[in-house]
C-alpha cells in the first residue's frame, strides 16, 4: 500500500516556492485547477489498484514501485496553457518511462483564470494590484 503521508512541504516553503515562481513569471499561469476524475482516467491506464480505508481513505497498492505519473507544461497555437499528465511505468524505481499512447490528459484550467485569490499561494503581480 501507499504511504499514508505522501511526501509533502511546508507552507512556508510552498508561499516561498510560489512566490518565487509568480514574481519571476508573471505571465505564466500560477497554478492549474485538476479535475479529480482525469486523475483517475490516467491511474486507470496505468492499471492502479487502489483500496479503501475504513475512514474511507483511498491507498494504492503497489506491487514494487511506487507508481507514478509525469507532468508537462504545454502551450497551444492560441497561446493557452496546458498541464499535460500521462502514465508512467519503471522497472527499477528509478527510471520512469512515459506513456502517452495510453492517453495524454490535458487540464486545461490554468490561473489565471481559474484561481484562488484567497489562496496563500496566491500572490498577486504588483502590476494587477489597484491603488
Known amino acids: 500500500m501507499s504511504s499514508p503521508t505522501p511526501l509533502t ?3 512556508e516553503d510552498a508561499k ?3 512566490e518565487n515562481w509568480q514574481k519571476n513569471n508573471p505571465n505564466q499561469p500560477k ?3 485538476i479535475p479529480a476524475d482525469d486523475l483517475i482516467a490516467c491511474f486507470n491506464t496505468m492499471d492502479i489498484k487502489v483500496t479503501v480505508d475504513a475512514n474511507g481513505k483511498l491507498h494504492l497498492e503497489v506491487d514494487r514501485f511506487e507508481p507514478a505519473v509525469r507532468s508537462y507544461l504545454a502551450i497551444d497555437t492560441n497561446d493557452e496553457a496546458h498541464l499535460l499528465i500521462v502514465g508512467t511505468s519503471t522497472t527499477d524505481g528509478e527510471n520512469y518511462k512515459d506513456h502517452p499512447e495510453n492517453g495524454v490528459y490535458d487540464f486545461t484550467r490554468p490561473c489565471p483564470s481559474n484561481c484562488d485569490p484567497k489562496s496563500i499561494l496566491f500572490h498577486a503581480n504588483p502590476s494587477n494590484i489597484s491603488k
Do not use: D, H, R, V
Request: hydrophobic share 65%.
Open 9 to 11: 512541504i511546508s507552507i
Open 31 to 33: 497554478a492549474f485547477l
Open 16 to 18: 516561498t516556492w510560489t
